[in-house]
């Protein structure tokens, strides 16, 4: 008897600003998708069960847990993974801010807590401690103690506002000059 082929779909994904095509089962995660067609190993496994976030990517710029969404979901749509955080070649505010105030000690969270994060601060510049901690809740650490969490997503808060800040000033300067 022939072997019956496996069922695949064409899919098409903008992963952190470029296309990529490939053919999935309709089965596959998309967690699966990221880490293991692309290579994109930030995206973590914690639970597979929508529990812990370790597997949070941005789609289209909101929070979700890649573990709960099939590949072929995702297609003609933008997807997010920790590794296109950076910006021109620079860490995001939100990882230097886990660095500057120690927001991570194993690790295998942090990648769901800085998109979560950056999400947050897209949607809310300058949000409260108890803000912080209702985007968070969804997204489990098991080292931390969530405070220097907090304080990382506070740290990268002021750094974007005063760049944000000095950007209008310069602008500013700009205009005046070309007056
Ligand atoms: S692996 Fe997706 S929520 Fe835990
Ligand atoms: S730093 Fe280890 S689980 Fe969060």
């Known amino acids: 008897m022939a072997e019956t082929e496996a069922h695949v779909q064409s899919i098409e994904v903008v992963v952190n600003g470029e296309r990529r095509a490939a053919e999935v089962e309709p089965r596959m995660l998309l967690v699966h998708f990221l880490r293991g067609e692309l290579g994109l190993t930030g995206t973590h496994i914690g639970c597979d069960t929508t529990s812990c976030g370790a597997c949070t990517v941005l789609l289209d710029g909101v929070p979700i847990k890649s573990c709960t969404m099939f590949a072929v979901q995702a ?3 933008g997807v997010t993974t920790v590794e296109g955080l950076r910006r021109d070649g ?6 230097q801010g886990f660095k500057e105030e120690h927001g991570l000690q194993c690790g ?6 800085m998109l979560v994060s950056a ?12 803000e912080i901690r209702w985007a968070l809740s969804g997204n489990i650490c098991r080292c931390t103690g969530y405070q220097n969490i907090v304080k990382a997503v506070h740290w990268a808060a002021r750094t974007m506002q005063s760049e944000q800040a000095s950007e209008g000033v310069e602008s500013e300067l700009a205009a005046e000059g070309a007056a």
């Open 75 to 77: 297609s003609g749509r």
């Open 90 to 95: 620079a860490l995001h505010p939100i990882q």
């Open 108 to 113: 295998f969270c942090t990648p769901g807590m």
């Open 119 to 130: 999400a947050l601060l897209e949607e809310n510049p300058n949000p409260s401690e108890e």
